[in-house]
């Protein structure tokens, strides 16, 4: 492993080597022990606290804090990142901390090992000028958000308020600049909503369709009904959304009717009061043949107008779908174009950026405040 030496008042080196640990979700992999030992070299009592239980896995934390009156000011934020997919697939490795053209990629680089390296850098400079010493400083940093989120943030809070730590004014580091940083500073935080929908049916082999119930062309129906925009937002927010992240059957074979298809889902709610749900789409039942189900369908878009998107785009001749959508519903357009994830470079850099290295601990530690 080699050695990687940071400056304390540099994000840019901080967040490079917060990006070569790969801490996917609650795996720490060396990212909140770096964290520690930059704190510890800067004047902060550190503590690494683990939680656990309520059905969820083990969850280490970590909580800093300097200074013993005045305003207390609180940095929140995590250090887990979602999992990289196809490695091959990016440009550059996902947890190499690569600069390229003067820019620095890896997974994390926005959400939020950035936040959480400015941070530090934040803190670095404050003390180094002095302004830290009129004041209390304390970082809540937990390596599990971006998952079940039950042992992290939460506990963690209740934890430090159980220890006396009461705080004047907090920041959390999220990505929210659109164009430059700092153009957009968020004032509250949508809820979410995790939810599966499963559509049982009845197996059986594809040369006996009548023999069987098969959930997958109800589940698309399902799944291309909900989603998309739930409501109009609110002047602080934008729309609600339901995003489907995994259709799954666990089919092995190609010739077999599944007897069960799921799907999972999240909901990223603006308000709460509004309205969140768009009218059922059952009760057409299951067809027994492609016949019945077009008459099913025509039947229903009579009956129901509203229902003519499913129709359209389910015809086996696809037509467009009507410029506006029915009363009190709505459908996400088309979206526009987007750079992958792996393409999408974060922080810019210095020229003399370096290439990459490995994530290392103790070896980073940063030198104490003069």
């Known amino acids: 492993m080699s050695s990687t030496r940071v400056q304390p008042d540099d994000p840019v080196s901080l967040l490079a080597a917060l990006i070569r640990c790969p801490s996917v979700t609650p795996e720490p992999a060396g990212v909140l022990d770096l964290l520690r030992d930059w704190l510890v070299g800067l004047g902060f009592a550190?503590?690494?606290?683990?939680?656990?239980?309520?059905?969820?896995?083990?969850?280490?934390?970590?909580?800093?804090?300097?200074?013993?009156?005045?305003?207390?000011?609180?940095?929140?934020?995590?250090?887990?990142?979602?999992?990289?997919?196809?490695?091959?697939a990016w440009t550059h490795p996902?947890?190499?901390?690569?600069?390229?053209?003067?820019?620095?990629?890896?997974?994390g680089a926005a959400d939020m090992k950035s936040g959480v390296a400015a941070f530090v850098a934040a803190a670095a400079a404050a003390i180094a000028a002095g302004a830290a010493e009129t004041g209390r400083i304390s970082l809540a940093i937990t390596n599990d958000e971006e998952a079940d989120g039950i042992n992290g943030t939460q506990k963690l809070m209740a934890w430090a308020t159980e220890r006396g730590h009461r705080f004047d004014f907090a920041i959390v580091g999220e990505p929210s600049s659109a164009a430059r940083v700092g153009d957009s500073i968020k004032i509250g935080r949508r809820g979410s909503l995790n939810a599966e929908i499963t559509v049982t049916g009845v197996q059986g082999h594809v040369a006996y369709p009548?023999?069987?119930?098969?959930?997958?062309?109800?589940?698309?129906?399902?799944?291309?009904?909900?989603?998309?925009?739930?409501d109009g937002g609110s002047a602080a927010f934008p729309p609600s959304n339901l995003e489907f992240t995994s259709l799954d059957v666990g089919n092995p074979v190609?010739?077999?009717?599944?007897?069960?298809?799921?799907?999972?889902?999240?909901?990223?709610?603006?308000?709460?009061?509004?309205?969140?749900?768009l009218p059922p789409i059952s009760g057409r039942g299951w067809p027994k043949s492609p016949a019945r189900r077009r008459r099913s369908r025509s039947s229903a878009a009579r009956r129901d107008p509203s229902s003519r998107r499913l129709a359209a785009r389910s015809s086996s001749s696809p037509r467009p779908l009507p410029p506006k959508p029915a009363a009190g519903r709505s459908f996400r357009p088309?979206?526009?174009?987007?750079?992958?994830?792996?393409?999408?470079?974060?922080?810019r850099l210095p020229s003399s950026a370096s290439s990459a290295r490995p994530c290392t601990r103790s070896t980073n530690r940063l030198p104490s405040p003069t």
């Open 210 to 230: 009548e023999k069987a119930r098969n959930p997958l062309p109800l589940l698309a129906e399902i799944v291309t009904e909900l989603s998309g925009p739930l």
């Open 334 to 347: 088309a979206a526009a174009p987007r750079t992958p994830a792996s393409s999408r470079p974060i922080a």
């Open 254 to 277: 190609a010739n077999v009717i599944p007897g069960a298809a799921r799907a999972a889902s999240m909901s990223a709610s603006t308000t709460a009061g509004r309205r969140n749900r």
């Open 46 to 88: 550190v503590e690494l606290v683990a939680f656990e239980g309520d059905g969820s896995y083990r969850v280490e934390n970590l909580f800093a804090t300097r200074g013993e009156t005045g305003p207390h000011l609180l940095f929140a934020g995590h250090t887990d990142v979602v999992p990289p997919g196809d490695a091959a």
């Open 94 to 107: 996902p947890f190499a901390a690569e600069a390229a053209d003067g820019r620095l990629y890896g997974r």
